[in-house]
C-alpha cells in the first residue's frame, strides 16, 4: 500500500506563476512532512517542513499547506521562477522513526521563462 | 545541516563485479541511511548504517548483496555485490543529525551504471 501518494507526476508552469503540488498520506500517526528539492545530478535537498500542529508554513516564495483532516498538504511555489525547475519528492514520517520515511513519487517541475 | 560527501560520484562497473561507496559526513550523527534511486524514480530506503553493529535491511534488500558497515559516527560504506545491470542507480547516503528531530539530509548521491 502506497503510504504517500503525490501528484501531479509532472507541472509546468510560467514564470512568475504559482506551482502547487499536493499530497495525501495514509497513517495518522505520521507527524513530520517534509519536501525536498532535487536537481538533476543532485541529490535531494530539504526544503521546507511542517508538523501538524500547524496548517500553513511559508518559507520565502515556498509555503505547505497542511490539512489534518483530509489527510492532505501542499507546497506552493509563489512566482515561480526557471532555477526552481527541478523534482519535488514530498515525504512523511513519525517522529523518532527515522528509517520510516515515506517519499511520494515525485513531480518534475518545468517553469518557463 | 550536515556536508554528506560520497565517492564516487559516479564509475561504470561490469556485470558481476563489486563496488563500495562511501559516504562520509563532516559532524557526529546519529543516524546514517543508504537509499536507492532509479532512473526518473522515488526514493526506496535500503538499510539504516548501524555504529558498531549490523545494518537493518527493508523488504527486498540484503546483507549480501549490500553489505554495509559504519565504524564510526561519521562515516559509512555500501557495497554493491555481483552487480549486474538492474543494480543501475544513484545510491544515496543520508544522515540525521544530532540537534535536528526528523530533519534527514541527504549526500550529493553516487550515480552507478552496470554494463
Known amino acids: 500500500q502506497q503510504q504517500v501518494k503525490q501528484s501531479p507526476q509532472s507541472l509546468i508552469v510560467q514564470k512568475g506563476g504559482i506551482s502547487i503540488i499536493n499530497c495525501a498520506y495514509e497513517n495518522t500517526a505520521f507527524d513530520y512532512f517534509p519536501w525536498y528539492q532535487q536537481f538533476p545530478g543532485k541529490g535531494p535537498a530539504l526544503l521546507i517542513a511542517i508538523r501538524p500542529d500547524v496548517s500553513e508554513k511559508k518559507e520565502g516564495r515556498f509555503t505547505i499547506s497542511f490539512n489534518k483532516s483530509a489527510k492532505q498538504f501542499s507546497l506552493h511555489i509563489m512566482d515561480s521562477q526557471p532555477g526552481d525547475s527541478a523534482t519535488y519528492f514530498c515525504?512523511?514520517?513519525?517522529?523518532?522513526?527515522?528509517?520510516?520515511?515515506?517519499f511520494g513519487s515525485g513531480t518534475k517541475l518545468n517553469v518557463k521563462p | 545541516s550536515a556536508v554528506i560527501s560520497q565517492k564516487p560520484s559516479r564509475d561504470i562497473c561490469q556485470r558481476g563485479t563489486s563496488l563500495t561507496i562511501q559516504c562520509q559526513v563532516d559532524?557526529?550523527?546519529?543516524?546514517m541511511f543508504w537509499y536507492r534511486q532509479q532512473p526518473g524514480q522515488s526514493l526506496t530506503l535500503i538499510a539504516t548504517a548501524n555504529q558498531g553493529s549490523e545494518a537493518t535491511y527493508e523488504s527486498g534488500f540484503v546483507i549480501d548483496k549490500f553489505p554495509i558497515s559504519r565504524p564510526n559516527l561519521t562515516f559509512s560504506t555500501l557495497t554493491v555485490s555481483n552487480m549486474s545491470p538492474e543494480d543501475s542507480s544513484i545510491y544515496l547516503c543520508?544522515?540525521?543529525?544530532?540537534?535536528?528531530?526528523?530533519?534527514?539530509?541527504f549526500g550529493p548521491g553516487t550515480r552507478l551504471t552496470v554494463l
Open positions: 515525504a512523511a514520517s513519525k517522529t523518532h522513526n527515522f528509517n520510516k520515511f515515506y
Open positions: 559532524s557526529q550523527v546519529t543516524m
Open positions: 543520508s544522515v540525521v543529525g544530532q540537534g535536528a528531530v526528523n530533519e534527514q539530509f
